[in-house]
């Protein structure tokens, strides 16, 4: 069996493995590099993938994440892309707006993706591959097992041990992802060190606390981080407030898809109304306060506006905010300056959707993994710091390894 990281080696983001034997061939992400990048060519070109006459078996998704999956329009039509069933129709609603409001990406694309199922395994010519699901900070997140020529490899996809269902990981790698021969495994905090980490359940305690001292209260978020929103929605009810999202019913529709997905309570956002805001909810916010969950747009800013001395609760990575950083957004940071220029009180509270060192190293150990192959890293070398047993392998985009 080969494995060849077409990129994402030393950078975080833009992630594309492929996996092949003699017989079979296929393609785990197909991402977008992430702004922060040192840009390959956007012009980046796969043979038998992305061009030349189709010669690979299926591209499986991980997870929504655009550094993921944010380049399946240059897929060949006639390859199969799967992708976890909620999260392909979370990723539809999100395509479908970017094609309204922008005329950008391809939902009906999205819409004939297959679909696959945790622990359902999915056969490609002799290579077998078996999702498990995973924490992340998307919703539907999976790592993939793949099995073939007697070989088993793990691909982590991204994944953290500290949000809504980090506990159950390690229960989850010790059943299934034990006696790897080679652990392909993601390292973003490897280069974000210095930030401490949270869990989603001490962020929805800090959340509550916020409730119970300010009437209204903005959040900036991720539209699709689920695990952040259902902490904030939780503690809305706990502290009676009114449940508010921006944007049409963009966000609504999402969260009535994780609510249909699921009979876990913490998902169920019908048991409060999620109130899709427009501005005849004005006084009716402005008697009881609010959790307003917002986004750096025109439409959180004019409401923002509406409800001056309100508190705003930044939750989503610092480095955006870094002038100093690739990532840098312009837009969000220029949002929060004029928040702050109209009276917000600002705080920060956020957890990161990665994993800690520790839980890296938890899961080299768990998995017994004999090779241990970093990517989504922008330092893989660190692994090398890390109490890891299996032996390190540090690739460079395309390089073929082979087990
Ligand atoms: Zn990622
Ligand atoms: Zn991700």
């Known amino acids: 069996m080969q494995i060849k990281i077409h990129r994402g080696t030393h950078q975080i983001g833009g992630c594309i493995t492929e996996i092949k034997t003699s017989l079979s061939r296929i393609i785990i992400d197909m991402g977008a590099e992430l702004p922060s990048a040192n840009k390959t060519a956007c012009d980046f070109e796969i043979d038998g993938v992305t061009c030349g006459t189709p010669n690979c078996d299926a591209v499986l998704i991980t997870h929504y994440h655009g550094d ?31 094609k309204t409001k922008l005329n950008q990406g391809n939902p009906q694309r999205v819409a004939d993706f297959y679909e696959y199922y945790i622990g359902k395994p999915l056969f490609f010519g002799d290579i077998k591959v078996t999702p498990y699901i995973i924490d992340h900070s ?79 209260v903005f959040v900036l978020c991720s539209s699709t981080n689920i695990d952040t929103i259902a902490e904030f929605y939780n503690a809305a009810i706990e502290c009676n407030k009114p449940f508010i999202v921006c944007e049409d019913d963009f966000q609504a529709e999402i969260l009535r898809i994780v609510t249909q997905s699921t009979y876990s309570p913490f998902y169920d956002f019908s048991k409060q109304k999620v109130f899709s805001y427009a ?68 705080e920060y509270l956020h957890t990161s959707g990665h994993s800690s060192s520790k839980d890296i190293e938890k899961i080299c150990e768990i998995t017994q993994a004999k090779t241990v192959i970093p990517i989504h890293c922008e330092c893989p070398e660190n692994f090398a710091k890390l109490n890891i047993l299996g032996n390190l392998k540090i690739l460079y985009d395309g390089e073929i390894y082979t087990l």
Request: charged share 25%.
């Open 68 to 98: 993921h999956v944010g380049m399946y329009e240059k897929i060949l039509p006639e390859i199969p892309i799967y992708m976890g069933a909620v999260a392909k129709n979370i990723y539809g609603v999100v395509q479908k707006t970017l």
């Open 279 to 346: 501005p005849n909810l004005n006084s009716f916010m402005n008697e009881r306060g609010f959790c307003f969950i917002g986004r750096a747009n025109y439409i959180t800013k004019k409401t923002m506006e509406c409800f001056p001395n309100s508190m705003l609760v930044y939750s989503m990575w610092k480095g955006y905010l870094d002038k100093t950083h690739a990532a840098f957004d312009k837009y969000k940071s220029e949002f929060l300056e004029n928040a702050i220029k109209t009276g917000c009180q600002l």
């Open 138 to 216: 998307a919703f539907d997140a999976y790592m993939f097992l793949i099995e073939s020529e007697g070989k088993r490899i793990l691909h982590t996809g991204d994944f953290r041990m500290h949000g809504a269902r980090g506990n159950k990981m390690p229960a989850v790698f010790e059943k299934y992802a034990k006696d790897i021969d080679v652990l392909i495994i993601e390292g973003t905090m490897l280069s974000r060190n210095s930030e401490k980490i949270i869990t989603e359940h001490e962020l929805g305690v800090q959340a509550k606390n916020l409730f119970a001292e300010h009437k209204n």
